[in-house]
């Protein structure tokens, strides 16, 4: 059975960092690209970041998150992070991430991609707050 699973999420003053964690088990992580979506209150889902498969590990980021997120994998824990640096209150929202089979050549991190994601995890909540 599929199941993917994020962790990390929390509250954080602006400025602040989180470590958002995103595992699964019955399919092989390391296979597929991996993405990270976020849905604010009122708002769309909106990508945020992507990564392609074990052996290539491109990444892509949206221009808001540029500089301050980082995506990463760890192909022996099976596990893909997002390091949230420098966070403010527009930066609040659920996040999500998911993998896909069809982008694990090569992703972008757009919100239009967002059906190529054949697994999504429940979501984490991060708030930025002071």
């Known amino acids: 059975q599929v199941h993917m699973v994020e962790f990390g999420g929390g509250l954080v003053q602006p400025g602040g960092s989180l470590r958002l964690s995103c595992t699964a088990s019955g399919f092989p992580l390391n296979n597929y690209a991996i993405g990270w979506f976020r849905q604010a209150p009122g708002k769309e889902r909106e990508g945020i970041s992507c990564?392609?498969?074990?052996?290539?590990?491109?990444?892509d980021y949206i221009d808001s998150v540029k500089g301050r997120f980082t995506i990463s994998r760890d192909s022996a824990e099976n596990t893909v992070y997002l390091q949230m640096d420098n966070l403010k209150t527009e930066d609040t929202a659920i996040y999500y991430c998911?993998?896909?089979?069809?982008?694990?050549?090569?992703?972008?991190?757009?919100?239009?991609?967002?059906?190529?994601?054949?697994?999504w995890g429940r979501g984490t909540r991060v708030t930025v707050s002071s």
């Open positions: 990564i392609t498969i074990a052996d290539r590990n491109n990444t």
């Open positions: 998911g993998a896909s089979w069809v982008l694990r050549a090569g992703c972008t991190a757009v919100t239009v991609t967002g059906p190529l994601y054949e697994y």
